[in-house]
């Protein structure tokens, strides 16, 4: 799609209603309840984060969404793809300040290049005891991305009629945080899988933008 057109069309999303948790559980694990079960108590302290859906033009003016491919670590969320983000830290004024610093730390885009349009609905983690709150943001301009070499592995550009295309959305058999293989629903984009809560995030953005496009 058009950066231009898409610009135009996301302008209506700050006034309508976020999808919000109904749309991210189309992608959740399905032992993610589960988990959430268990560590009820745990919620209470979770330590918050915050994470950036960056939207931009590229060279031909088409419309990409950046996402990037985490180092492999000890942790539970390593060699996994995700948004550019991170946790919230004390000299952050604000969640939403928190994302933007992060993806200027983690893909090299300033802060002041980026407009955020909304906050979108935070999502809860149980493997890392994280509350993750995420927001849709746009830059004019083709970034000249530079990423963190010590936490990114690799930059993942994908076309928005990639992402909203409905035949990158499956299911696969996966190793998750509780040691064992199980189904879970995935986006397949550019060759990459991404699933768990980046999926579920990515699932609310999808929805929410069928409503303007």
């Known amino acids: 799609m058009n950066f231009d057109i898409f610009l135009k069309s996301i302008s209506k999303i700050k006034h309508i209603p976020l999808p919000g948790h109904a749309s991210q559980m189309k992608m959740s694990p399905k032992y993610r309840n589960e988990l959430i079960e268990k560590q009820r108590e745990l919620r209470k302290y979770s330590r918050k984060a915050s994470v950036m859906a960056l939207f931009y033009p590229d060279h031909d003016n088409t419309t990409m969404l950046i996402l990037i491919l985490r180092k492999t670590y000890k942790g539970v969320h390593s060699a996994q793809v995700g948004f550019p983000g991170g946790k919230l830290e004390p000299e952050d004024p604000s969640l939403e300040y928190a994302a933007l610093r992060e993806t200027f730390e983690e893909v090299g885009v300033p802060i002041n290049d980026i407009k955020v349009i909304r906050a979108l609905t935070d999502l809860y983690i149980p493997p890392s005891n994280f509350t993750v709150y995420p927001f849709f943001g746009v830059t004019l301009k083709t970034p000249r991305f530079l990423k963190q070499d010590d936490e990114v592995e690799d930059l993942i550009e994908v076309t928005l009629n990639d992402f909203m295309n409905d035949a990158h959305v499956s299911?696969?058999?996966?190793?998750?945080?509780?040691?064992?293989?199980?189904?879970?629903?995935?986006?397949?984009?550019?060759?990459?899988?991404?699933?768990?809560?980046?999926?579920?995030?990515?699932?609310?953005?999808?929805?929410?933008?069928?409503?303007?496009?």
Not at 172 to 178: R, Y
Not at 184 to 197: E, I, R
């Open 171 to 213: 299911s696969q058999m996966l190793m998750t945080s509780l040691g064992k293989e199980v189904e879970v629903p995935v986006f397949k984009l550019n060759g990459h899988t991404v699933w768990g809560a980046t999926a579920m995030m990515l699932s609310e953005i999808k929805d929410l933008l069928k409503n303007v496009l």
